[in-house]
């Protein structure tokens, strides 16, 4: 059975393979571009996968691992633009290499070509597949939106955080699992499974990110500690803080932290409050849980013990090379 | 036989009745109101009406239709942002009435609703229509961008000019029809002569447009004259003038008239070389050159001469209500 690695390298080929059209130039080579910038692929492979767990021809759900790839990079270009980001990937994002209207376009048309290549996908279910991927491209946007929404909000709770990482990052994730079950011919039942398998592991890897943001080597996590605390970003630390602390410190996060513009000030500021109330270990078993209702789905999907460990070591893997 | 005015009726009353989800508010309300603005409709007519010319029951086709006519909608909302337009049908655009990460994410919610309201159609050929969708969003986007790279370019050629309006505006209008005669249970051949009718019509309609915006009645056309002029649009008018007209007039053209900041004196001197050089009948040849190719493809379509007759009339009047 082919591992993560080897999956990584059949959808690599695939992409790096894939020609657009040439003209218009401004349309295609933004699109190009972006999906040449690489990327763990973890999707696509997913997708990969979820299908060889049923049936060992992963060529079949290629052009949906292709899709899915194309969509997730879509919403990073349209997301670039809507948060003024400069860098993806350590490369200038689409936004800021040609413009916003190239930005928005390339987008719009990238959306386009992952629908295109999910319809090539030579399966009887053609319909049901669209279904699962349409439901999370919507679901994707809504979590979006509600991400934008918390940046204006400081009474947002651990419900209102969890469904919109598990919106805005998770189903997308869940997804990819459950299209690549239905093409190797799951049952409705065990590709549900892997979509419950998906969504709450990407819950708990969201959850991860946060933690290492703030805790992180930053060597390791591979960019510097502290960014989401600088961006105010509403993390499940930040929400689990605002929520745990006392009236005292809640007064001095909301009116001086969250606008001290000294930053070593404001990181150890906040990392103070962070363990004064232990949110690293509220984080830790919130994970944890998702961690275990992840694997609790996987464990009751019908297929062979080996499939299911490669799934559950990629999980792992990715958990402990993030940490 | 349905007539425009009932098939208006019908697809009117699906959109309102319409109901999105309430939250994100910040995502659907735009959309709805968007859908609210109304306008012709003329795209999911042109489905509803394709179907009955070869099923009376209009009914399956709904949902396409409906998809059309999002579809046709996101892109204004995106095309809006584009073009810095304030205003939309007489009311406020949505990227000035939210902003723009709003517009944005809402009109990539509208892309992902249509494709998903496309797939709510009970056909055998759902592929198929997936397919002619998927290749007329695409050509839409690259004429988008087409239109844009003209706004830096004097020397647009007729031919890259009918291109451009024929991937901008008319295959979505023969991709409607296409479609509507498909779930219809048209032949592959004549849904294939529909979309060579809306090809060639929506060229037709451009360069109507084109024509009125420098000539027609202001109050008839329901906008100030000179539009185009005033902004330098790469009209088949003044590629046409750029064309034939002598160099000394040429050389007026792109470096004083272009530039020239008095309206009115701008208009008139462009109006005056439109006239020298008789532009406008080369426009209306061209134009009735397209409308003629238009009917001679639906002449051949294998259907009771009523149901021509009515979209021939469909196309007459409104190139008659456009004069």
Known sequence: MKKYSDLYQIISQEIKLTQYAETPTELYEP????????????????????CQMFDA????????????????????????????????????TVYTKWNMPIAILSGDLMMIKATQLLCKTESNQLKSLLEIFNKAAIEVCEGQQIDMNFETRND??????????????????????????KIGGASDEDAQYLYDFGKNMGIAFQIQDDILDSFGEGDKVGKKIGG??????????????LEACNKDDKKFVTEN?????????????????????????????MKNKYMNLAFASLEVVNTINEAK?????????LMTRMS
Chains 1, 2 share one sequence.
């Open 31 to 50: 699109i190009s571009y972006m999906m040449s910038l690489g990327g763990k692929r973890l999707r696509p492979v997913l997708v990969l996968m979820a």
């Open 57 to 92: 021809d992963v060529s079949k759900a290629l052009n949906a691992a292709h899709a899915i790839e194309v969509f997730h990079n879509f919403t990073l270009v349209h997301d670039d633009i809507m948060d003024n980001a400069p860098l993806r990937r350590g490369q200038q």
């Open 156 to 181: 947002v709770s651990h419900d209102e955080y969890i469904n919109m990482i598990g919106l805005k990052t998770s189903v997308l994730l869940a997804a990819s699992l459950q299209i690549g079950a």
């Open 228 to 241: 989401d605390i600088v961006s105010n970003k509403k993390t499940l630390l930040l929400i689990e803080l």
């Open 257 to 285: 932290l969250l606008f001290e513009s000294d930053i070593d000030k404001k990181i150890n500021g906040m990392l103070h409050l962070y363990k004064k109330y232990q949110v690293k270990e509220f984080a830790e078993n």
């Open 309 to 317: 460990l490669i799934l559950k070591h990629t999980a792992q893997e």
